[in-house]
Structure formats: structure tokens, C-alpha cells
């Protein structure tokens, strides 16, 4: 039987391995590149705002088929201005290139791929060229529904020029979601959670969708139910990503000095990518470590990590880490959303700066409660996020979209 052929289109070269975004990429990469039934290439954005030095991107790929572009992604005042004057969307007209159109044309007639899988939301602005270039099953993987995260933002935003900024951005995002999902669709959808599904379902997608559960290799998330004698708290997270951003310093500010009134040698430990100029709030108990060279080392040091979103769509990976890992875990409902675990068995929820700190006291005072939290989280990690289930799921959707393609027989 043939190899199916796919083409991965990156949005992103992904790495360093920082924050989510790219650990997401990064793992599609893995589970497809050494699959003995699938054969591979790529086609990557090499952006600004996440910029990998030409030398070592084929380091990066190693031996794979490889094609990528310099795309100039970056937020500039001149071009958030200059799009007010447009009818795009500027999450998704940043990522517009005739260069890395060129380099995907290039990789299709090279490739001749079964399946193009696209990561993310900006690349799919080229799936009318791909129709015209191919008639490969073309695959949508959405890490989230990315005007619900921007629409999120708007309603805590105080500012009034900002909000009424981001409420511009969002209507034009949402416009072009809906657009993509019924004037020019992907041939099927991959989600993370059944959230998502349900959602894109309403916005009128009525193609094949499959809900794929972000994968652990549980042999690298050795568990270690206790960290720092006495317990800490902790978030890791690149701050570049403005739900992050947020979540942190509603964290600091509201809910950390309540946590400490009860507890006063309480820490909280903050890791990942803080962005020049980004004002971070600090206090009694905060430690900075910025980027750490081991994220799983740096999460089995501490006890709970926190997750304060407010915005977001999708799945927070660093949760599935940190239960893989067997830590507590404290969270908003939004910041848990696709995680189908159950608040008070494997983690706690609480969404209101008064409920957060008394779920974050409540563990810090009682050890016995941290470990068996982090021992239920890590039998729903091995039950539910399991690298070869959802591997076989995923490669069986891929085949199963590609032999429905009546141009690809």
C-alpha cells in the first residue's frame, strides 16, 4: 500500500519549544514524520515575531522535504493604523507573503501531496490558491477559535480607544472565520476540544471534523507528586501571547495578595518569554525566572500551577503537562475549557479573583490535597492523552479524509 503523502503548512518554524503554540506544531510534526505509513514535507513561515536564523532550520527539520519563506508578521502602530483603513483582518492579513505563496505553490507541484494539513488560522488565506494548484484533501488543524480569544480581551479591556480598537478587529475576525468555513472550506477540521467543534458546527462548517486530544509521551512526564517543601505556586507561558499576558497580571495584582493575607510565605514562580518593554508587576513572593532552559524540570520543582485566564479558545497545553506531571492545578473555567476532567477530583476551578486565592489557600495548607490531585490528574492524563491512541486515531482520520476525495483516485 502506498505511503500517504502530506504536506504540513506551518504558520511558524517551531522552535525554540517555548510555549504552547510550538510544542502544538512541533508534536503534529512528530506524530506524521515517523508514522511508517505516512510520508511528509513542510512548508513553513519563518515570521519575525518568531524568528528562527535560515542556518538552522534545516537542522530543525533534519531530512524532511522543506520549503519556508521570511514572512514580517510584526504588530507595528503604522500597521495596526494602516488596517483601520482596510475591511482584513490584521491577525490574518500580518501573515500575507507572494513569497511564501510562491514557496507553497513550489511544494505542491514538487510534493504532489495527498493531504495538505494547515496549522492554524493565518495560513488558511491561501487555501483558494491551493484549490487551484492541487486536488489534495485539504486539512484544517484549529488550535482555537481565534475571535472568541480577541472578543475575550475586548470586554476586560478598560481602556476605551483599545477596546474600541480590538471590538474593529474582532467583528473582522469573526467576518473572516465564517467566511473561510463556508465561502472557501477546508475539505474537513481538527480540533482539540468538543467546544471548538460545536462552535465551528454553528458557524456553518458541515464537513468532517475530528476532535484529537493534545498527545503525551508519558515515558518523558515522569510524575512527581511533590515539589517545594513548602509548596509553591507556578505558571509557565510565553507572555507574548496577550491572553497570558493578561492572566499574569490580573494574578499579581488581584488574586496573590489576597493568597498571601492567609498564607504569607507563599511564592508564586513565573516562567517563559517576557517581550521588551512588557511592564510586569511584581511583589512580595514573586520570582521572575523569565525563560528556563527545562520546562518539565522547572514544573516538577513547584507545586501548583496556576492558570488565571480570562481569554482564550482551544486547550491550555500547560495544564496537560503539569497533570502528565502530577501537579495540582488551579483554574479558570475558560483556561480549562476542552479539558473534560471533573473541578475538586482533578482540579480545581474558580473564576473570581475571591475564589481563586481560597482554592490556592486551601491547597497551600494542605499538602495531602496537592498530592492527590496531581495523582488523579496524572490517571486522567494516561486515560484520556495517551501519544499512540491518539497517533492511530489521527493517522486513520488523515487516510480516511483522502480516500473520500473522488480527485485522488
Request: charged share 25%; hydrophobic share 40%.
Amino acid at each position: 500500500m502506498e505511503r500517504l503523502r502530506v504536506l504540513l503548512v506551518h504558520p511558524r518554524v517551531p522552535y525554540p519549544i517555548h510555549d504552547a503554540g510550538a510544542l502544538s506544531v512541533w508534536n503534529m510534526l512528530q506524530m506524521l514524520r515517523h508514522d511508517p505509513e505516512v510520508v511528509c514535507s513542510v512548508v513553513a513561515m519563518n515570521t519575525q515575531r518568531h524568528w528562527v536564523e535560515p542556518q538552522d532550520i534545516a537542522h530543525i527539520y533534519e531530512s524532511l522535504p522543506l520549503w519556508w519563506a521570511a514572512v514580517d508578521n510584526r504588530i507595528t502602530p503604522w500597521g495596526a493604523l494602516k488596517n483601520l483603513l482596510e475591511r482584513e483582518s490584521y491577525h490574518v492579513s500580518r501573515f500575507q507573503s507572494k513569497e511564501f505563496a510562491s514557496k507553497l505553490k513550489e511544494a505542491i507541484q514538487q510534493f504532489d501531496p495527498d493531504v495538505v494539513l494547515i496549522e492554524g488560522l493565518p495560513p488558511t488565506q491561501y487555501i483558494r490558491s491551493l484549490r487551484q494548484w492541487t486536488s489534495a484533501t485539504i486539512i484544517y488543524r484549529a488550535h482555537n477559535i481565534e475571535h472568541r480569544i480577541w472578543q475575550r480581551l475586548m470586554h476586560q479591556e478598560r481602556n476605551f480607544l483599545k477596546r474600541r480598537y480590538l471590538q474593529i478587529q474582532v467583528t473582522r475576525l469573526q467576518r473572516y472565520e465564517i467566511e473561510m468555513l463556508t465561502s472557501f472550506p477546508p475539505d474537513s477540521i481538527i480540533t482539540f476540544t468538543y467546544e471548538d467543534a460545536q462552535s465551528l458546527r454553528e458557524f456553518g462548517f458541515n464537513r468532517p471534523i475530528l476532535v484529537k486530544p493534545f498527545p503525551i509521551r508519558l515515558e518523558e512526564y515522569k510524575p512527581c507528586f511533590w515539589g517545594e517543601s513548602p509548596p509553591s505556586l507556578f505558571h509557565i507561558g510565553s507572555l507574548q501571547w496577550t491572553p497570558n499576558a493578561d492572566a499574569v497580571v490580573w494574578f499579581i495584582e488581584e488574586i496573590f495578595p489576597l493568597v498571601r493575607r492567609q498564607v504569607p510565605h507563599a511564592t508564586f514562580h513565573l516562567a517563559g518569554y517576557i517581550p521588551p518593554g512588557f511592564h510586569l508587576p511584581t511583589g512580595d513572593g514573586v520570582v521572575v525566572h523569565g525563560v528556563v532552559p527545562d520546562a518539565r524540570a522547572f514544573m516538577r520543582e513547584r507545586s501548583i500551577l496556576v492558570v488565571p485566564l480570562r481569554a482564550g479558545s482551544g486547550i491550555r497545553v500547560k495544564i496537560i503537562e503539569a497533570m502528565a506531571l502530577g501537579k495540582a492545578v488551579v483554574s479558570t473555567r475558560i483556561g480549562a475549557e476542552g479539558i473534560t476532567c471533573r473541578s475538586g477530583e482533578h482540579l480545581l476551578l474558580a473564576d473570581s479573583a475571591e475564589e481563586f486565592a481560597a482554592a490556592v489557600v486551601e491547597l497551600l495548607r494542605n499538602p495531602t490535597r496537592i498530592e492527590q490531585l496531581g495523582k488523579n490528574a496524572r490517571q486522567y492524563i494516561e486515560q484520556h492523552h495517551n501519544w499512540e491512541q491518539v497517533q492511530r486515531d489521527f493517522v486513520e482520520f488523515l487516510k480516511h479524509v483522502a480516500e473520500q476525495n473522488p480527485k485522488r483516485r
